[in-house]
T-cell receptor, first 116, second 113 residues
Framework: GAVVSQHPSRVICKSGTSVKIECRSL??????MFWYRQFPKQSLMLMATSNEGSKATYEQGVEKDKFLINHASLTLSTLTVTSAHPEDSSFYIC????????????FGPGTRLTVT | KQEVTQIPAALSVPEGENLVLNCSFT??????LQWFRQDPGKGLTSLLLIQSSQREQTSGRLNASLDKSSGRSTLYIAASQPGDSATYLCAVSKETSGSRLTFGEGTQLTVNP
């Protein structure tokens, strides 16, 4: 149980285009999902908290107009990188918060974005 | 602002050795602490979660302890195997809702056959 999937696993796009990444909780409902990015040899940095049916909460320094988050259902959140640039190339990981009282987070397998 | 530090940054041991990974955090007002494993180019696998009211959790060859007052946690791996080679991350959450995690930089473990 508690499986989170991400699609695509890898994507290469040209500078200036937009890319959408999907995060799905497969066997549980997640009212809260999180989006992280990870640069090589570094740890995960929280970008935003996604709540079903409401606007995402972005961390300081994260451009909300560039990283559009939509959490339209209890099992799906999407991250759209708009007008991507090479510096947006990174590993993007989502997580979904479990529904038990301990608030354990379950992570997706990540999406490798390369902007050329 | 919560800061999480993991020591050592990298560790190389021979197969069969018992080892300890360390995690410290600056704000002791945490809700829970999680240990994760990350293989290269992959997502995170949750290993153990310790609630703030607990002192330790065990799963197989893994044992995690928590000393909230001193801001420390350790992950003990018994009888290490080459398959344990990975980066180990600890993360703490503060709020009782939302559970935003603050991660350490990780310890890269290599177990040599």
């Amino acid at each position: 149980g508690a499986v989170v999937s991400q699609h695509p696993s890898r994507v290469i796009c040209k500078s200036g285009t937009s890319v959408k990444i999907e995060c799905r909780s497969l066997d549980f409902q997640a009212t809260t999902m999180f989006w992280y990015r990870q640069f090589p040899k570094q740890s995960l940095m929280l970008m935003a908290t996604s709540n079903e049916g409401s606007k995402a909460t972005y961390e300081q320094g994260v451009e909300k107009d560039k990283f559009l988050i939509n959490h339209a259902s209890l099992t799906l959140s999407t991250l759209t990188v708009t007008s991507a640039h090479p510096e947006d190339s990174s590993f993007y990981i989502c997580s979904a918060r479990g529904t038990s009282g301990v608030y354990e987070q379950y992570f997706g397998p990540g999406t490798r974005l390369t902007v050329t | 602002k919560q800061e999480v530090t993991q020591i050592p940054a990298a560790l190389s041991v021979p197969e069969g050795e018992n080892l300890v990974l360390n995690c410290s955090f600056t704000d002791s007002a945490i809700y829970n602490l999680q240990w994760f494993r990350q293989d290269p180019g992959k997502g995170l696998t949750s290993l153990l979660l310790i609630q703030s009211s607990q002192r330790e959790q065990t799963s197989g060859r893994l044992n995690a302890s928590l000393d909230k007052s001193s801001g420390r946690s350790t992950l003990y791996i018994a009888a290490s195997q080459p398959g344990d080679s990975a980066t180990y991350l600890c993360a703490v959450s503060k709020e009782t809702s939302g559970s935003r995690l603050t991660f350490g930089e990780g310890t890269q473990l290599t177990v040599n056959p």
